[in-house]
């Protein structure tokens, strides 16, 4: 079983910068397509940013282009999402979530999550 832990949140003011990391154990990343999403209180889940198994191919949401990063060190089994010019509009928390590449239509493995906080 796959398990996905997120750390590297905190709060950070309006402008600063943070990189979150999701660390897996039980398999290894190289099978499954990851993606970071986002919830503030009281709102659904959103989508940040997804990127292949391989690292070939990257997606954002168009709020976070240019401004955040996704990558991904397979070796280290750990994707890792830089987040840069934080807006306190963004404070929420922060999921990973990986999709198997093979069998999957929809990400069936998340982490806990980790809070990050955006002051003005």
């Known amino acids: 079983q796959l398990q996905l832990v997120e750390s590297g949140g905190g709060l950070v003011q309006a402008g600063g910068s943070l990189r979150l990391s999701c660390a897996a154990s039980?398999?290894?990343?190289?099978?499954?397509?990851m993606a970071w999403f986002r919830q503030a209180p009281g709102k659904e889940r959103k989508f940040v940013a997804a990127?292949?198994?391989?690292?070939?191919?990257?997606s954002y949401a168009d709020s976070v282009k240019c401004r955040f990063t996704i990558s991904r060190d397979n070796a280290k089994n750990t994707v890792y999402l830089q987040m840069a010019h934080l807006k306190p509009a963004e404070t929420a928390a922060y999921y990973c979530?990986?999709?198997?590449?093979?069998?999957?239509?929809?990400?069936?493995?998340w982490g806990q999550g980790t809070q990050v906080t955006v002051s003005s």
């Open positions: 979530a990986a999709r198997p590449i093979v069998g999957a239509s929809s990400y069936e493995y």
């Open positions: 039980g398999r290894t990343l190289g099978s499954y397509r």
């Open positions: 990127i292949s198994e391989n690292a070939g191919s990257v």
